[in-house]
């Protein structure tokens, strides 16, 4: 089964960016539609963004549409998510995961989860 590590993560203040990194291992990832999840403290996980195994197609929540940009690198087994003009509502553990389901914006459609990054935007 693939297992997914997830780096890029720290404080930064706002306005700035990170870049998240999630590495895949096993031969599988290039098949793989993929995602990125974060849950803000006290809050429920929420969607964020996901890509086709392909790179083809994104999706995006509202909020990430125009500052966050979900891409892969199958030769790498890498997916990443480039986060401009950061805002303290970002402030979350951010998590990759690998999707089974139909569904891109459930996270009860994704099998396979790293063990979350930590992002902090200070105001």
């Known amino acids: 089964q693939v297992q997914l590590v997830e780096s890029g993560g720290g404080l930064v203040q706002t306005g700035g960016s990170l870049r998240l990194s999630c590495a895949a291992s096993?031969?599988?990832?290039?098949?793989?539609?993929m995602g990125w999840f974060r849950q803000p403290p006290g809050k429920e996980r929420e969607f964020v963004a996901a890509i086709s195994w392909s790179g083809k197609y994104t999706y995006y929540t509202d909020s990430a549409k125009g500052r966050f940009t979900i891409s892969r690198d199958n030769a790498r087994n890498t997916v990443y998510l480039q986060m401009n003009t950061l805002k303290p509502e970002d402030t979350a553990v951010y998590y990759c995961a690998s999707k089974y389901g139909t569904d891109w914006y459930s996270g009860a459609d994704y099998n396979v989860w790293g063990q979350g990054t930590q992002v902090t935007v200070s105001s």
């Open positions: 096993g031969r599988t990832f290039r098949s793989m539609d």
